[in-house]
């Protein structure tokens, strides 16, 4: 039987989906990123830099506006 603290831990799995309109831009977003920095920009690392510099904003955008 698993322990108290181990049913306590959360997974999270390391995939999300983007649907295929969203997921174009987001391609299109990093292809340009890559091609001005001369360098590869993972679609992930980019939504990364998303949510940890703007993540809060957004947060109180969506519950402010319901």
Same mark, same amino acid.
């Given at each position: 039987?698993?322990?108290?603290?181990?049913?306590?831990?959360?997974?999270?799995?390391?995939?999300?989906?983007?649907?295929?309109?969203?997921?174009?831009?987001?391609? /299109?977003?990093?292809? /340009?990123?890559?091609?001005?920095?001369?360098?590869?920009?993972?679609?992930?690392?980019?939504?990364?830099?998303?949510?940890?510099?703007?993540?809060?904003?957004?947060?109180?955008?969506?519950?402010?506006?319901?």
């Amino acid at each position: 039987m698993a322990s108290n603290s181990n049913r306590q831990q959360k997974k999270y799995s390391n995939n999300i989906y983007v649907s295929p309109g969203p997921r174009q831009k987001l391609e /299109e977003i990093v292809t /340009e990123i890559g091609y001005k920095q001369g360098k590869v920009m993972a679609a992930s690392a980019f939504v990364r830099y998303l949510i940890e510099n703007h993540g809060e904003q957004a947060k109180d955008d969506i519950l402010n506006n319901g």
